[in-house]
């Protein structure tokens, strides 16, 4: 067994420096938001103008992962230790072969912000 087919059922993977760091199951937020600005000129009675503004990208959520690597763990903890380091990374589609690329989603100056683990409960399934 090749050791992609255990991540055949993720079909996202988070990609640093060329490297797999993880593999996951959903990817959330992915989104960017031009603010508008309205405004009216005195000499245009009720008409009201617009005009781009600032630019806001979304916190983006990576759930439901799996990784035989630390990269995402020590990026996170030296995060946590205010040492914030920004990375340029990918996020992949796979197609149902768990290794062909669909299609990627290149991050620039990303970092860590949170981490939430599994629910961990005995008495379930």
Known sequence: ?????????YNFKLDIKGVTAGHFTKVSNMGVEIEV?????????????KLPGWVKYS???L????TNSFELWQWLSSAVQGNVE????????V????????????????WPSSW??????????
Not at 86 to 93: A, E, Y
Request: proline fraction near 0%.
């Open 59 to 61: 916190d983006i959520t």
């Open 1 to 9: 067994m090749a050791e992609e087919d255990i991540f055949r059922a």
């Open 86 to 93: 920004r990375k340029n990374v990918s996020i992949i589609l």
């Open 95 to 110: 197609g149902t072969d768990g290794i062909t690329e669909v299609t990627r989603w290149n991050l620039t100056h990303a």
């Open 116 to 125: 939430r683990g599994a629910l961990l409960d005995a008495m379930s399934q």
């Open 37 to 49: 600005i309205e405004y009216r000129e005195g000499t245009q009675g009720s008409t009201v103008r």
């Open 63 to 66: 759930s439901y992962g799996l």
